[in-house]
C-alpha cells in the first residue's frame, strides 16, 4: 500500500511541477464554463421587432408596450404594409414582425377572443424556435394581467408552460454538458498523454521494476487524474450556481456519486488509448477525434438526439458522455432523486467495469511483451 501511494505522490509532484498541466486541468475548465455557459450564449435579447397596427387602439398599444418593455424584444419601427415588413426583414432590420387586424379590439369587445399574427424569421431554426417560445411566454402574461379585468383571450399558437427552465436560459443546458465535456478532457486525454509520456522517454520499464503489478501502477497514474476531475466538478457547480446562475435542485451527493462513475469510464477510456496508442501525438488524435468530438456531436448537448436519424441514435447510445449528462440534467435541473437515473448510471457502471477490465488486460498483454 505504501509504494501504492508513493507512485500516486510522484505522478502528483509531476502535475504539479508542469504549469501547462495544471492550466490545462484547472483554468480551462473555468475558462470554458464562463465563455461558453455566459458569454457565449444563445438566449434571446433585444431581438429587434416591427409592428403593423392597423387597428391601433389601446389594447394593441398595451401589447406593444408589454413586447417592447422586456429585455428579449426590442422595437424597431412601425411599419404600415406588408411589403415594408418583407423589406425589414431582407435588410436585416427585425427578426419579428407583430400585425395586429383593423378588428383587434372590437373583436375582444364582441367574442372576448383576440388573434395576432406572428411573422418570425426562420432562416435560423433554433433562433426561430427560441422566439416563438419567448412571445407565446409574454404573451401568456399579458392575458393573465388582462384576463382579470375582461376575460379576454389571446390565441397566438396556444398557451405552453415552461417547467424547470421558465426563463428558456441556455446556460441551464450548457453546464451539465461542459461537465460532460470537461471531464472527458481531463480523464481520457490527460491521461493517454501521461502513460503514452512514459512509454516515449522509457521510463515506462523502469516502473515495471518495481514490487507493484503493472495494473496497480497504471491505476497509481491514474489517480491524480481523478482528484483533479472531482475539483474540476466542484468549481464547474459552484461558478454555474453562483455566477451564472444555474439551479442545483437536486441532491449534491448523487451529482457527485454520478460524476465518480462517469469519470472511472472516462479514466479507463484514456487507459485504453494508452495500451495502443505509440505516440503523445497519435494519443491525442485519438482522444480528441475519437472521444471528444463524437462525445460533442452525439450526446445531446449542442443537438437533441430524438431530432438525430435513427443510425446515429443508436451510435450515440455507446457515448458515455450521453448517459451522463442525461442524468446530470435530470439531478441538477429537475431534482430527480439516484432511482429516476438508474438507467443512465446503470448504463455508465457497465461501460466502466468494460473498460477498465479491456484497458488492464490489454496493458497485461502489451507489458509482457
Known amino acids: 500500500m505504501n509504494q501504492f501511494l508513493s507512485f500516486i505522490r510522484k505522478e502528483t509532484w509531476h502535475i ?21 455557459g455566459y458569454a457565449v450564449t ?11 397596427d392597423a387597428d391601433k387602439s389601446m389594447l394593441s398599444s398595451d401589447y406593444i408596450k408589454k413586447l417592447n418593455g422586456n429585455k428579449y424584444f426590442s422595437m424597431v419601427d412601425y411599419v404600415h404594409s406588408e411589403n415594408e415588413i418583407e423589406n425589414a426583414f431582407k435588410k436585416g432590420l427585425c427578426k419579428v414582425a407583430i400585425v395586429f387586424a383593423p378588428d383587434f379590439e372590437n373583436s375582444f369587445i364582441k367574442t372576448k377572443h383576440a388573434d ?4 418570425i424569421d426562420s432562416s435560423d431554426p433554433n433562433e426561430a424556435s427560441s422566439v416563438q417560445n419567448y412571445l407565446q411566454m409574454i404573451t401568456m402574461e399579458f392575458q393573465q394581467e388582462k384576463s382579470s379585468a375582461a376575460n379576454m383571450v389571446l390565441s397566438v399558437v396556444g398557451e405552453v408552460k ?11 443546458n450548457f453546464v451539465p454538458g461542459l461537465m460532460g465535456m470537461l471531464m472527458m478532457i481531463v480523464c481520457a486525454l490527460m491521461t493517454s498523454i501521461s502513460i503514452v509520456r512514459e512509454k516515449e522517454r522509457g521510463t515506462m520499464e523502469v516502473l515495471l521494476i518495481s514490487p507493484l503489478h503493472p495494473s496497480a501502477i497504471i491505476l497509481a497514474k491514474a489517480v491524480p487524474y481523478f482528484i483533479i476531475s472531482m475539483i474540476d466538478v466542484s468549481l464547474i457547480l459552484l461558478i454555474g ?6 439551479p442545483i435542485v437536486g441532491n449534491l451527493l448523487t451529482i457527485f456519486a454520478i460524476s465518480v462513475v462517469f469519470t472511472l469510464a472516462a479514466l479507463s477510456l484514456g487507459m485504453l488509448i494508452s495500451s495502443v496508442a505509440p505516440t503523445q501525438q497519435i494519443a491525442m488524435q485519438m482522444a480528441l477525434l475519437g472521444l471528444l468530438v463524437p462525445s460533442m456531436l452525439l450526446s445531446g448537448v449542442l443537438f437533441p438526439i430524438d431530432s438525430m436519424p435513427k443510425l446515429l441514435q443508436y451510435l450515440s447510445n455507446i457515448i458515455p458522455a450521453r448517459w451522463y449528462i442525461e442524468a446530470m440534467r435530470g439531478v441538477m435541473i429537475k431534482g430527480v432523486g439516484m432511482s429516476q437515473v438508474l438507467i443512465e448510471v446503470g448504463v455508465l457502471v457497465f461501460m466502466t467495469v468494460f473498460l477498465l477490465f479491456i484497458s488492464i488486460k490489454n496493458f497485461k498483454v502489451r507489458l509482457a511483451l
Open 116 to 119: 395576432i399574427q406572428l411573422i
Open 42 to 52: 444563445n438566449d434571446m435579447k433585444n431581438t429587434p421587432f416591427v409592428v403593423l
Open 241 to 246: 450556481h453562483f455566477i451564472i446562475g444555474v
Open 162 to 172: 415552461m417547467l424547470y427552465n421558465p426563463q428558456i436560459k441556455s446556460a441551464y
Open 16 to 36: 504539479l511541477r508542469d504549469v501547462y498541466t495544471l492550466v490545462t486541468l484547472l483554468i480551462m475548465p473555468v475558462a470554458l464554463l464562463l465563455i461558453l
